[in-house]
């Protein structure tokens, strides 16, 4: 017998051999993008992909180029994937800027997104503060870009930045990748 499921709107039915066995594990395959909760709590591992360190690369959306830091904790972007959901999280350390004018592009990201997804982005420029940024991540895409919080298209966010600026991100996006 099928069971009725009403969760955070999302409504469906799940049948009897999609649920899992007694002791919690999944009797579903990977392949059918149900991810099962082990019994004491925890997401299965064979669901998690943890090899996550993002070597990812900046432009600016119209013309000019934006070099990142590559050293140490500079710029570091991390990873995660908890069945079609991926987690990215980080900062990326401006090294150096020749005339950057458009959105920001934060391209090479590790999996094609799913649906349009929207970041939380800051930027902590070294002579002008912190200043908020969206960034959108369209369907079939692995690039993020960063415009001024306007919404104008395309904006001049990459002008804001300066040598040793620090874009800060965090992205949760959808992904079809197996």
């Not at 049948?15 to 009797?27: E, F, I, L, P």
């Not at 943890?50 to 710029?75: E, K, L």
């Not at 908020?132 to 993020?144: A, I, R």
């Amino acid at each position: 017998m099928p069971t009725f499921v009403n969760a955070a709107m999302v409504t469906g039915v799940v049948k009897d051999t999609d649920k899992a066995t007694s002791g919690g594990n999944s009797v579903v395959s990977q392949s059918t993008k149900v991810v099962q909760v082990e019994s004491d709590g925890r997401v299965h591992d064979s669901y998690i992909t943890r090899s996550g360190h993002i070597t990812a690369t900046v432009a600016a959306g119209t013309s000019g180029t934006i070099t990142p830091n590559t050293t140490g904790a500079a710029s570091d972007l991390f990873y995660s994937r908890v069945g079609t959901i991926v987690f990215i999280t980080g900062n990326i350390t401006i090294a150096s800027l020749s005339s950057p004018v458009g959105s920001i592009n934060i391209t090479n990201l590790p999996f094609i997104s799913s649906a349009d997804a929207v970041a939380n982005v800051n930027i902590q420029a070294p002579s002008s503060g912190d200043i908020s940024f969206t960034g959108w991540l369209l369907n079939d895409s692995t690039t993020l870009k960063i415009y001024e919080n306007s919404g104008a298209q395309p904006s001049a966010a990459a002008e804001l930045l300066q040598t040793s600026s620090t874009i800060y991100i965090s992205l949760t996006y959808l992904t079809d990748a197996s």
